[in-house]
């Protein structure tokens, strides 16, 4: 069969051990998953409420425009209907955007380690993938500028980056906004951005207003704690949008998840009540890095990379038997590294006994 070339050698993305299987391997009873960033209180009480007596049809289309969502959300973000596209995550957003804009011969610039979307997609359109460094843990802007040439279709600016959690400043991001040049199409992932209290870190989106190729990507899977449901939204210009759409499935979101999502939108208390206990969990694990003399990132989203001074997978593998998953730094581009999602404090507090548990019997700790 006449298969792209770049598919051979390819893998699937690896998600984490299913829950099931891992009580099952290690004869748990409960198993807490800090791999994923999910909100570890769920979602909304109104969205449950809603669930629980819900009866859509699923038997017929969802509206393939969402309009009844868009509404909602564009009275939210303060931007025009036309201005919004929604994906069946930002996963979705992600491919959309890749296929529409990178094919043999153009270039895309990101940096390293960040989320692994993006060169996953861009090497099956057979794009080349420009990888720059993290520089101390945050995007070296300065750096990607120079990786920049006119072969170059997309840059990717991950903020906060996945999986160090670091933020690019708003000073940053508009001296780099601004020396683009302005046919590279620029994309903001912010899928932490309800997480970031940096007053270094401003609205993005006023650079959709005033330039032509910039695009800013966020998701109801993290703080709204709506994984399952699969909604992420872009924000741009309408031109921008109205070029992307054909590239986009009809269907892209279910009846169910646009629903949910209106409800979830409507509830920003939710959100301020949860981010505030992420943002008093994290410190739990910056205590810890800081008792124990272990470098770690200054995170701004719900998730923590810090340093194990032992094999990563090691690591793993003992918080595992523990009833704990969580990521290894070495599937994360981070030897030597963990990365945790901060979880509920009684979740953080075991979390964290456990492990000093393992890193003293690992001879970490004198
Ligand atoms: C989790 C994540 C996404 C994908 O989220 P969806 O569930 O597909 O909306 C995108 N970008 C980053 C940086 C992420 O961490």
């Known amino acids: 069969m ?27 009873e409960k198993i807490v998953k800090l791999a994923s960033n999910e909100n570890p209180y769920g979602y909304s009480p109104k969205v449950k409420a809603f669930l629980e007596s819900d009866h859509t049809n699923h038997a017929i289309y969802p509206d393939g425009y969402a309009q009844n ?26 491919a959309i955007v ?53 072969n170059t279709s997309i840059v990717w600016v991950c903020n906060p980056n996945n999986p160090t959690g670091t933020i690019v400043s708003d000073d940053e991001l508009t001296n780099f906004i601004q020396k683009v040049p302005s046919d590279v199409f620029i994309v903001l ?30 998701t109801l899977s993290k703080a709204y704690g709506l994984a399952s449901f699969r909604v992420g939204y872009a ?33 920003q208390e939710f959100i301020q009540e949860t981010t505030e206990k992420t943002a008093l969990g994290k410190k739990q694990f910056v205590a810890f890095c800081e008792k124990h003399q272990l470098n770690y990132y200054p995170s701004q989203a719900n998730f923590i990379l810090f340093e194990v001074k032992a094999d990563s997978d090691t690591v793993f593998k003992e918080m595992m038997k523990r009833g704990y998953i969580i990521r290894s730094g070495n599937a994360l581009g981070a030897p030597g590294y963990i990365r945790v999602t901060i979880g509920t404090e009684e979740q953080n507090e075991e979390f964290l006994r456990l492990l000093e548990e393992v890193l003293t019997e690992l001879g970490v700790f004198a």
């Open 98 to 150: 890749t296929r529409a804009l990178l094919y043999p011969g153009v270039n895309t610039v990101m940096a390293t380690p960040s989320f692994s979307q993006y060169s996953h997609n861009a090497e099956i359109e057979g794009a080349e993938v420009r990888q720059v460094s993290l520089k101390d843990g945050k995007h070296d802007l300065k750096a990607m500028l120079e990786a920049i040439d006119e």
């Open 189 to 218: 992932d912010e899928a932490y951005f309800e997480y970031v209290n940096s007053p270094e870190y401003k609205d993005t989106l006023h650079f959709v207003e005033e330039y032509p190729n910039v695009l800013v990507m966020r």
């Open 69 to 94: 969502l868009r509404t909602v959300m564009a009275n939210h973000l303060g931007v025009k209907e036309t201005q919004l596209m929604f994906g069946n995550g930002s996963d979705d957003l992600i």
């Open 235 to 267: 924000i741009a210009n309408e031109d921008i949008i109205k070029k992307l759409d054909p590239v986009r499935a009809p269907f892209n979101n279910s009846i169910l998840s646009q629903k949910v999502a209106i409800i979830a939108l409507e509830d």
């Open 2 to 28: 006449k298969w792209k070339q770049q598919l051979f050698g390819m893998k699937a993305y690896q998600p984490g051990k299913p829950i099931e299987e891992v009580k099952r391997e290690f004869g748990l």
